[in-house]
């Protein structure tokens, strides 16, 4: 295993993946999460130092996964399909979540498509920058 | 690939998570939902529930089959393990934005740990490459 190539895929995914979501939840969604207030913690009690374990947790064994699991990772390609299935891996998740909370709709699909795109690319930068 | 035993894997993945979910979530997590009834249904929607479960199989089994392919099941406990501490990491991100309890989350870490171990352990003693058929 080439252990500083996937230092740097971790770290190019946890980047990813902060600004994504920082993005996509923090600004995108933010009007949609206004209507289900109840399930959120206000703002000012947001444990943002734990939000930031939680996506350093889930970046590393994505990598790991994919550098550990499929030897040369299959570059790109391999990479593309692997975030697709991981994507819908999370999505089965968001379903089950919203069979048992009051979720809007718009933001079970929201969260579906937006987790297959975001780790999608995830794994196109990870097979792009990992390197047996 | 080995469709008809990817397949057979798939539906087993199925009703393992399945059953899994109904003890863990449905009975020995049920008073900790109770204590924070405000933050579910009153009673889950179960079409989309027996969807999300199907789904979450599918991909799992999806991608042992595509990505591992190898009939171990010691190989499947290890990729159920690692993709249970993924799901963890998820879990630690909706514990930060959500009002759950430290025991839920501390539940789900356990369940989602064991219920992939099992699943992988069993999805990697079902399939079987074509080549070693």
Same mark, same amino acid.
């Given at each position: 295993m080439n252990w500083k190539k996937f230092f740097i895929a971790f770290i190019a995914v946890f980047v990813f993946v902060f600004g994504y979501e920082w993005v996509f =939840? !923090? #600004? $995108?969604?933010k009007n949609s999460y206004a209507q289900m207030s109840a399930l959120m913690r206000p703002q000012a009690e947001v444990n943002f130092p734990l939000l930031i374990v939680g996506q350093l947790v889930g970046a590393f064994f994505f990598t790991m996964i994919f550098v550990r699991g499929f %030897?040369? %990772? %299959? &570059?790109v390609a391999g990479g593309l399909r692997y975030g697709v299935l991981l994507g819908l891996f999370l999505c089965g998740g968001i379903i089950i979540s919203y069979a048992v909370q009051p979720l809007t709709s718009t933001i079970a699909i929201a969260w579906c498509i937006g987790g297959i795109i975001e780790l999608a690319i995830a794994g196109v930068i990870v097979g792009a920058l990992y390197k047996p | 690939m080995n469709h008809k035993r990817g397949f057979l894997a798939f539906i087993v993945a199925f009703v393992f998570i399945f059953f899994f979910g109904f003890v863990w =979530? !449905?009975? $020995?997590m049920k008073p900790m939902y109770i204590a924070t009834s405000s933050h579910w249904r009153m009673e889950p929607v179960f079409p989309i529930l027996i969807l999300g479960h199907a789904v979450l199989a599918f991909a799992f089994t999806g991608l042992y089959v595509s990505k591992? &392919? #190898?009939?171990s099941a010691g190989v499947g406990f290890g990729y159920g393990i690692v993709l249970g501490i993924l799901a963890c990491g998820i879990n630690i991100i909706r514990f930060a934005v959500e009002p759950l309890t430290t025991n839920i989350l501390l539940m789900w870490f356990a369940g989602d740990i064991i219920c992939f171990a099992i699943m992988g352990a069993l999805v990697g003693a079902i399939y079987r490459p074509l080549t070693s058929a």
């Open positions: =939840h !923090g #600004i $995108l969604l %030897g040369s %990772g %299959g &570059g | =979530h !449905g009975l $020995l591992v &392919g #190898i009939n």
